[in-house]
């Protein structure tokens, strides 16, 4: 594949049609065997073409194609484009100063299966692939072999009809002082009079216009293409989601028609019962017309009869659930009682042993701590910043309690003074905070003793240290 020893192979990756990352074909190679991953990337799929660099830093064939990387920068392990086979039987492109290069992109791929894992340049002229491709290769950060020998650049044989104004300038196309006998052959064939052209001539005038049209016809053709497929996946987007759409709404159809069947089975069914109910109510009603007609016949010393024992009854169950309430209360009020002579008798027993503890102590651990003190043994402690603190019988507990506390005091500072030095003392780096969850972490000097050290001052370096109002030097780094 290699045209000679100085010949090369690289990757460029493209991110919003600008150039992000080159590499050579090995490093592509490792990333696509697992062996590195690109952290960069991850989890997006890049745009990328593979490039044939000759000896002289030009490109002599270009592969645009796309290549996927998962969460952890790692390449897609089912990726498997035959870029050596592609450049080798791609079609003819532009010329990026050694004549024109083997091209192979999306609208134009001789492996029509790959055509969907490529990408068509962008030929703009405000952003133009191919010169940037062109840019990045003639800078050379990828520090490529470059022949001594500069020779003129090798023009491939192709087929004039077939090679389209791709945007880009090429060392061919310059312009040239013209001569006089073109200036003849312009000045008499477009001038209507083709007296003065030979046959020759006007083949070649016809040949150069037939050229320039089959070229014009290829790169128009080039961008229906790609304009058709860009069409195609967005149309083809748009089915995807309008069938997700009907799926949807289908679905919810079948929903509401299964719903309106239930409501319109339960509505039948409250009807009927409806009905059922009002037939019962106006039997019910009937009835009890009829019975008070009858009672209203039978007088109305049966009726004070009835009224007057509802009212012993009445009278007889209010005074049955009144007992049974008293009765209930009054059990509530023993067990109450029973509650509160059970915790009179725990808090008794709690009072006893807090002062057998007491006595326990008194007579244990302190007597012993009396002991050595009266022997001549004292307790030592060392503090950073307090040093050696002999520690008295009577100062025990509170050291106990609070040995941070104790040292500040020995210190003569507070105790939220002391606990920063001491985060200061052992690790000595400026806390000036950068953003929400970092600071400048910069090595400073250790300031020993906890009177001396200045929070906001002496945790902070030289160039995040606060200026005071006479200082006259302006700090722009900070």
């Given at each position: 594949m290699?045209?000679?020893?100085?010949s090369?192979?690289?990757?460029?990756?493209?991110?919003e049609?600008?150039?992000?990352?080159?590499m050579?074909y090995?490093?592509?190679?490792?990333?696509l065997d697992?062996?590195?991953g690109?952290?960069?990337?991850?989890?997006?799929?890049?745009?990328a073409?593979?490039v044939?660099?000759?000896?002289?830093?030009?490109?002599?064939g270009a592969?645009?194609?796309?290549?996927?990387?998962?969460?952890?920068?790692?390449?897609d392990?089912?990726?498997?484009?035959p870029?050596?086979?592609l450049?080798?039987?791609?079609?003819?492109?532009?010329?990026?100063?050694?004549?024109?290069?083997?091209?192979?992109?999306k609208?134009?791929?001789?492996?029509s299966w790959?055509?969907?894992?490529?990408?068509?340049?962008?030929?703009?002229p405000r952003?133009?692939?191919?010169?940037?491709?062109?840019?990045?290769?003639?800078?050379?950060?990828?520090c490529?072999?470059?022949?001594?020998?500069?020779?003129?650049?090798?023009?491939r044989?192709?087929?004039?009809?077939?090679?389209?104004?791709?945007?880009v300038?090429s060392?061919?196309q310059?312009?040239?002082?013209?001569?006089?006998?073109?200036?003849?052959?312009?000045?008499s064939?477009?001038?209507?009079?083709?007296q003065?052209?030979?046959?020759q001539q006007?083949?070649?005038?016809e040949t150069e216009?037939?050229?320039?049209?089959?070229?014009l016809?290829?790169?128009?053709?080039?961008?229906?293409?790609a304009?058709k497929n860009e069409?195609?996946?967005?149309l083809?987007?748009?089915?995807l989601?309008?069938?997700?759409?009907?799926?949807?709404?289908?679905i919810?159809?079948?929903?509401?028609?299964?719903?309106?069947?239930?409501?319109?089975?339960?509505?039948l069914a409250?009807?009927?019962?409806?009905?059922?109910?009002?037939?019962?109510?106006?039997?019910?009603?009937k009835?009890?017309?009829?019975?008070?007609?009858?009672?209203?016949?039978?007088?109305k010393?049966?009726?004070d009869?009835l009224?007057?024992?509802y009212n012993?009854?009445?009278?007889?169950k209010?005074?049955?659930?009144?007992?049974?309430l008293?009765?209930?209360i009054?059990?509530?009020?023993m067990?109450?009682?029973y509650r509160?002579?059970?915790?009179?008798q725990?808090?008794?027993e709690?009072?006893?042993?807090r002062?057998?503890?007491i006595?326990?102590?008194?007579?244990?651990?302190?007597?012993?701590?009396?002991?050595?003190?009266?022997?001549?043994?004292?307790?030592?402690a060392?503090?950073p910043?307090?040093?050696?603190v002999s520690?008295a019988?009577?100062d025990?507990?509170?050291?106990?309690?609070?040995?941070?506390?104790?040292?500040?005091?020995?210190?003569?500072?507070?105790?939220?003074?002391?606990?920063?030095?001491?985060?200061?003392?052992h690790?000595?780096?400026?806390q000036?905070?950068?953003?929400?969850?970092?600071?400048?972490?910069?090595r400073?000097?250790?300031?020993d003793?906890?009177?001396?050290?200045?929070?906001?001052?002496?945790?902070?370096?030289?160039?995040h240290?606060p200026r005071?109002?006479?200082?006259?030097?302006?700090?722009?780094?900070?």
């Amino acid at each position: 594949m290699l045209d000679s020893v100085y010949s090369n192979e690289a990757v460029i990756f493209f991110e919003e049609g600008v150039v992000s990352k080159e590499m050579t074909y090995s490093e592509f190679e490792a990333i696509l065997d697992g062996v590195v991953g690109l952290d960069d990337f991850a989890g997006e799929t890049m745009d990328a073409v593979f490039v044939i660099i000759n000896g002289q830093l030009k490109i002599t064939g270009a592969v645009f194609f796309t290549v996927s990387f998962d969460r952890q920068g790692f390449a897609d392990r089912s990726w498997n484009l035959p870029l050596r086979h592609l450049v080798e039987t791609g079609g003819s492109g532009p010329d990026l100063g050694a004549g024109p290069i083997r091209l192979s992109c999306k609208s134009q791929c001789s492996v029509s299966w790959h055509a969907e894992s490529l990408w068509d340049p962008v030929m703009s002229p405000r952003s133009n692939s191919f010169v940037r491709l062109r840019d990045a290769i003639a800078d050379n950060r990828l520090c490529l072999a470059v022949s001594k020998a500069v020779s003129a650049p090798v023009q491939r044989p192709a087929d004039p009809r077939s090679t389209p104004d791709w945007g880009v300038e090429s060392p061919a196309q310059a312009p040239q002082s013209p001569s006089p006998d073109d200036d003849a052959i312009f000045n008499s064939g477009w001038s209507g009079n083709d007296q003065g052209l030979s046959a020759q001539q006007l083949a070649v005038l016809e040949t150069e216009h037939r050229n320039k049209m089959a070229a014009l016809i290829k790169q128009q053709r080039l961008q229906l293409q790609a304009l058709k497929n860009e069409a195609q996946e967005r149309l083809q987007s748009n089915r995807l989601v309008q069938e997700k759409e009907i799926q949807v709404a289908r679905i919810e159809v079948e929903r509401l028609r299964s719903e309106q069947g239930s409501l319109h089975s339960q509505n039948l069914a409250l009807r009927e019962q409806n009905e059922a109910q009002r037939k019962q109510v106006e039997a019910l009603t009937k009835a009890r017309e009829l019975e008070l007609q009858t009672a209203e016949k039978a007088g109305k010393a049966e009726l004070d009869a009835l009224r007057k024992q509802y009212n012993e009854q009445m009278k007889q169950k209010l005074q049955e659930e009144t007992a049974k309430l008293k009765e209930d209360i009054e059990l509530r009020n023993m067990e109450l009682m029973y509650r509160h002579d059970v915790a009179k008798q725990l808090r008794e027993e709690l009072t006893q042993l807090r002062k057998d503890k007491i006595r326990l102590v008194h007579e244990g651990g302190d007597k012993f701590l009396e002991r050595l003190e009266d022997l001549g043994i004292s307790f030592i402690a060392f503090h950073p910043g307090a040093g050696h603190v002999s520690i008295a019988l009577k100062d025990m507990p509170s050291y106990m309690e609070n040995p941070i506390a104790y040292a500040a005091n020995k210190c003569l500072v507070s105790e939220e003074h002391y606990r920063m030095w001491l985060s200061h003392y052992h690790k000595p780096e400026c806390q000036a905070p950068l953003s929400h969850d970092k600071v400048c972490g910069c090595r400073i000097a250790r300031i020993d003793v906890p009177s001396q050290f200045v929070t906001g001052n002496s945790d902070r370096c030289e160039k995040h240290k606060p200026r005071s109002f006479g200082d006259n030097v302006v700090n722009l780094h900070a």
